[in-house]
């Protein structure tokens, strides 16, 4: 039986959960649907979270992996991820009405892309092989124009066309500290490599990681809500798990906690990935209220105040 007189400190990261790109992806879902009445049509998850992408199905999103599953006349959003060039291209062949959702930020990374291969650069990606970002990101340039870089040995066996004519993005959501490798190892390698003028691993990734690093050294035990698709809070499990928690796990929800791994702490972190709605951190503190006698700290690293805007037609004004 749970002990519910165990005392236990919570400490709850902030900034945590949804950032700008996710809550602008799921406005455009919810005011297509209102503007248009149900069935609207989403390629892919609007962001990796299932519980998000259930409810947007009660209100009458319907997820489809590709487009020739939209009928004709349909209404369809691309995810925050980002898409190929094709995609929006198919979608004017068939006549389909269709909305962006991509994440403002990862937009910045397509058009520094195809910025750099106007200046005649042979363009690397640093990136997860297999992510929706990643495909899209090297979707806006022709076939062979980017070259993905995965790890240490990749930038090791990688031999450039003209190292003097050289230059790297890198997806959004990666663990800044493998990040940072990677460039300090390409740097090494290729002096003259051109880097993106501004960082292109997004604020709400580094925020969240920052603040992990805060709270893992405190904490016994780490959680993070969101999920296994999504990088950005699985790198949210390895930055705590380097960070000097020993034990970090990802769980979607309350129930998905293992209660046994977790044993008898007096001290867990608990944050939430950048796709994962408040709801689920609440629903995750009430559980462990169930077994403990909590107090809840709050680890505030830095406040986010960043808004991004919807597209004209589907904006309530």
Request: with cysteine.
């Amino acid at each position: 039986m749970p002990d519910i007189t165990r005392p236990l400190t919570l400490i709850l990261a902030s900034p945590r959960g949804f950032c700008a790109g996710v809550d602008r992806a799921i406005q455009i879902v919810e005011n297509a649907i209102d503007k248009f009445g149900p069935p609207v049509y989403v390629r892919h998850e609007i962001v990796h979270n299932r519980f998000v992408v259930e409810a947007l199905e009660r209100k009458g999103a319907v997820f489809v992996e590709e487009l020739d599953e939209v009928p004709e006349g349909g209404k369809v959003i691309f995810s925050a991820h980002g898409v190929p060039k094709s995609v929006p291209e198919a979608a004017k062949a068939r006549e389909l009405i269709y909305f962006d959702a991509t994440c403002p930020l990862v937009s910045k990374v397509h058009i520094e892309a195809g910025r750099l291969q106007e200046q005649g650069m042979q363009i690397l990606l640093i990136g997860h092989a297999g992510h929706p970002e990643v495909i899209g990101t090297m979707g806006q340039l022709p076939d062979g124009a980017v070259t993905l870089i995965e790890t240490l040995a990749d930038v090791a066996k990688f031999e450039p066309v003209d190292a003097d004519r050289l230059a790297f993005v890198t997806q959004t959501t990666l663990s800044v500290d493998d990040t940072a490798e990677i460039v300090a190892a390409l740097n090494a390698r290729f002096p003259n490599i051109v880097a993106p003028h501004k960082e292109d691993i997004c604020y709400a990734t580094t925020n969240r990681q920052e603040a992990v690093k805060v709270i893992a050294p405190r904490a016994e035990a780490m959680l993070v809500i969101g999920a296994p698709n999504s990088s950005n809070s699985m790198r949210l499990v390895e930055v705590a798990e380097r960070a000097g928690c020993s034990y970090a796990a990802l769980v979607q929800r309350a129930a998905d906690i293992d209660w046994a791994a977790l044993g008898h702490p007096r001290t867990v972190g608990l944050t939430a990935g950048a796709s994962a709605p408040e709801i689920l951190v609440d629903e995750v503190i009430a559980a462990f209220r169930e077994r403990f006698d909590v107090t809840l700290e709050m680890a505030e690293t830095v406040r986010e105040n960043v808004q991004f805007k919807l597209p004209r037609a589907l904006r309530n004004e």
